[in-house]
């Protein structure tokens, strides 16, 4: 079963409009999980690298002030994109590992967000 | 140079064959290696790891070069089910507890 969740699975919302998205780790407590973002057949590109009860991590070129990120607790963390427009719109995709160096990431099902 | 470098593809294979997959990765330091597999507008899914010593699962093998750098991914007997895109993705090291992906190869059996 899944051991990674994430909701919602689909948003289309106006431009301007902020959406969040939230990702919890169902079996295990992460203290770190992470958000990739997927454009059509493109790689996923590491966003942001969430760490339990201090701040994320954000990767090159992506802004901290446009992609909010919290992981207020060891099972959940959320994305918030403010302020969304159309170049926004994404594949947004969590994931989170286990305890251990050599442990593989299990992902969530993702998000599509559409921006009109 | 790409961190984790893959043939992006596609590969039309028949079914049945079997096919297939390389990747190089750059950094010396990486200390594991998976496949993944993502099923069009779906998340990646772990397939398996790869070992060391090499590893098989079914109709699936993977094998590790350190030396080269290069990690395969070898299918059997391919089925209309595999068609998907195969992420090959590494564990950089060096201080990241995230996954750096491949761009992906993309596999279209057909009948």
């Known amino acids: 079963g899944a051991v990674v969740s994430q909701h919602p699975s689909w948003v289309i919302c106006k431009s301007g409009t902020s959406v969040k998205i939230e990702c919890r780790s169902l079996?295990?407590?992460?203290?770190?999980m992470f958000w990739y973002r997927q454009f059509p057949k493109q790689s996923l590109m590491l966003m942001a690298t969430s760490n339990e009860g201090s701040k994320a991590t954000y990767e090159q070129g992506v802004e901290k002030d446009k992609f909010l990120i919290n992981h207020a607790s060891l099972t959940l963390s959320t994305l918030t994109v403010t302020s969304a427009h159309p170049e926004d719109s994404s594949f947004y995709i969590c994931s989170a590992r286990d305890t251990g160096t050599n442990q593989p990431q299990h992902f969530g099902d993702g998000t599509r967000l559409s921006i009109l | 140079r790409k961190e984790v470098e893959q043939d992006p593809g596609p590969f039309n294979v028949p079914e049945g064959a079997t096919v297939a997959f390389n990747c190089t990765y750059s950094?010396?330091?990486?200390?594991?290696f998976f496949w993944y597999r993502q099923d069009c507008r779906k998340e990646p899914k772990l397939l398996m790891s790869?070992?060391?010593s090499g590893n098989e699962d079914g109709r699936f093998t993977a094998q590790l070069n350190r030396a080269s750098q290069y990690i395969s991914l070898l299918i059997r007997d391919s089925k209309l089910s595999d068609s998907a895109t195969y992420l090959c993705v590494v564990n950089m090291g060096t201080g990241r507890r995230a996954l750096t992906f491949g761009s992906g190869t993309r596999l279209q059996v057909q009948p």
């Open positions: 790869v070992y060391s």
């Open positions: 079996d295990f407590q992460a203290t770190t």
């Open positions: 950094n010396s330091a990486s200390q594991s």
